[in-house]
């Protein structure tokens, strides 16, 4: 919840401050923004009450290379107070998928706020988006401190945390995600948690082109 409700206060802020004009652009802007928050507590709700065959897809077809840098753009000035950079890169020039969009904006929602979260040390998170025979590979990682091998199997469990000082210090509930890997389940894709060659946490997403 933390992370739409971030980026919806800040650009009503940049609103009220006069950095931003008020405009139907913004004002499309903030009510997507409530929209998912209004998705992403119907899920919280599905989740703790152990139906998670209550989540519902409505998929339709998307244009990703758009949609991710729409996404980028989104998440910039949020990860810029946290001091990170949030990069897309991609050599693919169009990639069409049937996805539901705002189940798809809670998995970013979740992946982004996971790296500014827990990234420590870290200033760098990047998006790549790539196609590999039928399926689609999305991987979000992060030059943060990464998770311990171990630790890197059980990240999408419900209710797992990693205990350490900086999960104490940070909080979470643990079910972030977890939620990610219910989205991509819905998508018939898999996800997985790697280290990354940039130092920190990459979470890999193949999603099959056909279903």
């Known amino acids: 919840l933390r992370t739409p409700v971030a980026i919806l206060k800040g650009e009503l802020e940049a609103v009220i401050d006069g950095v931003r004009a008020l405009d139907m652009t913004q004002i499309e802007s903030a ?13 919280l709700h599905a989740l703790t009450s152990a139906d998670v065959g209550g989540m519902k897809y409505q998929k339709a077809p998307v244009e990703l290379v758009n949609f991710i840098g729409q996404l980028q753009q989104k998440y910039s000035g949020y990860t810029l107070e946290h001091g990170m ?10 990639c069409t998928l049937a996805i539901d ?17 827990y990234a420590l040390e870290g200033d760098t998170i990047c998006i790549s988006l790539a196609e590999n025979h039928k399926q689609v590979v999305i991987v979000i990682e992060d030059n943060g ?43 018939q894709g898999t ?6 060659e940039l ?13």
């Open 31 to 43: 009510h997507q923004e409530v929209i998912h928050l209004q998705k992403l507590i119907e899920d």
């Open 85 to 94: 950079v949030v990069n897309f890169e991609t050599t693919l020039t169009q």
């Open 101 to 117: 969009e705002t189940r798809f904006c809670q998995l970013m929602d979740n992946l982004i706020n996971n790296c500014v979260k």
């Open 145 to 187: 401190i990464g998770v311990e091998e171990q630790h890197l199997p059980n990240l999408f469990e419900h209710l797992y945390r990693v205990e350490s000082a900086r999960n104490r210090k940070t909080g979470g509930s643990g079910l972030g995600l977890s939620i990610c890997r219910h989205i991509v389940d819905g998508h």
């Open 191 to 196: 996800i997985e948690a790697k280290r990354s």
């Open 199 to 211: 130092g920190g946490l990459a979470v890999e997403i193949i999603l099959p082109k056909d279903r």
